[in-house]
């Protein structure tokens, strides 16, 4: 049974965020897959005849672009962190 929240003037609003939550999870899961394949998996594979399949396995530019991405997001992580640790701490 779902609980009852209550918004403003007492007004019952019906809770929608769990379906947010799983749609969040789901998108997240296929990223991960179709990033796992695209980068490892499809260098392992042979030819399929599906054209976007075998574009994907012949692709040397796409398969490198997220780990070389990855070094600049984790200084800019990093620099984002120490800055709003300076500006909190001033």
Known sequence: MQKKIY?????VVSDTTYIY???LLFLTLSVFMISTYSIVASQ?????GNS???WIKS???YC???P???IVWIYW???????????RHN
């Open 68 to 70: 070389i991405t990855a």
């Open 52 to 54: 976007i399949l075998d």
């Open 44 to 48: 392992y594979m042979p030819l399929t």
């Open 77 to 87: 992580v990093i620099w984002n962190w120490m800055g709003m640790k300076f500006f």
């Open 7 to 11: 918004g403003r003037h007492m007004t």
């Open 59 to 61: 692709d040397d530019y």
């Open 21 to 23: 939550g799983y749609l």
């Open 64 to 66: 490198l672009l997220i």
